[in-house]
T-cell receptor
Framework: GDSVTQMEGPVTLSEEAFLTINCTYTATGYPSLFWYVQYPGEGLQLLLKATKADDKGSNKGFEATYRKETTSFHLEKGSVQVSDSAVYFC???????????FGAGTRLFVKA | NAGVTQTPKFQVLKTGQSMTLQCAQDMNHNSMYWYRQDPGMGLRLIYYSASEGTTDKGEVPNGYNVSRLNKREFSLRLESAAPSQTSVYFCASVGTSYEQYFGPGTRLTVT
């Protein structure tokens, strides 16, 4: 069945470091891909999305490109801030049913 | 424009008590979902409603019931709470590109 695999955390970086969080997926159709962020004590927020191959989603300095050939949607940011400390979830939608499939989440800690 | 709202924010129940978690969205979305989030377990889908008047079971429906009262509101009921239902509960509504908009959550403790 459809699935999402993202890198395990926690990931600990210093401020201004480059961030990559890997996400790969398995899907039979043409899914939409998402990254969500969850700050402590809050609900998930949509960070960015891509609905077809080669689309690049971007928001708040974060980017991810929908790569069909490698079935990947890696999240990147050039210079992280302490305020980026959160849990990041990769997700698969529009898989032919009504469910969205979420990855397990990757916790990011950014040190000043 | 409030997005997705949930009440209450916190609740403590004794085993066997019942309660209803309320969720409302003002984005005119057709689909709405209920999830629970437990440490180390990620998000698990309890029930969903693809449109007004329809509801379906997700991965972990046992011990819960839902009502899609109208297009805006989707409630989750615990008829007889158990300690295993201690969790954070999130409601979400689904946009036109299948993106989900989450509420702030209800933190439930069952003693």
């Amino acid at each position: 069945g459809d699935s999402v695999t993202q890198m395990e955390g926690p990931v600990t970086l210093s401020e201004e470091a480059f961030l990559t969080i890997n996400c790969t997926y398995t899907a039979t159709g043409y899914p939409s891909l998402f990254w969500y962020v969850q700050y402590p004590g809050e609900g998930l927020q949509l960070l960015l999305k891509a609905t077809k191959a080669d689309d690049k989603g971007s928001n708040k300095g974060f980017e991810a490109t929908y790569r069909k050939e490698t079935t990947s949607f890696h999240l990147e940011k050039g210079s992280v801030q302490v305020s980026d400390s959160a849990v990041y979830f990769c997700a698969l939608g529009n898989t032919g049913g009504f469910k969205t499939i979420f990855g397990a989440g990757t916790r990011l800690f950014v040190k000043a | 424009n409030a997005g997705v709202t949930q009440t209450p924010k916190f609740q403590v129940l004794k085993t066997g008590q019942s309660m209803t978690l309320q969720c409302a969205q003002d984005m005119n979305h057709n689909s709405m979902y209920w999830y629970r989030q437990d440490p180390g377990m990620g998000l698990r889908l309890i029930y969903y409603s693809a449109s007004e008047g329809t509801t379906d079971k997700g991965e972990v429906p046992n011990g819960y019931n839902v009502s899609r009262l109208n297009k805006r509101e989707f409630s989750l009921r615990l008829e007889s709470a158990a300690p295993s239902q201690t969790s954070v509960y999130f409601c979400a509504s689904v946009g036109t590109s299948y993106e989900q908009y989450f509420g702030p959550g209800t933190r439930l403790t069952v003693t």
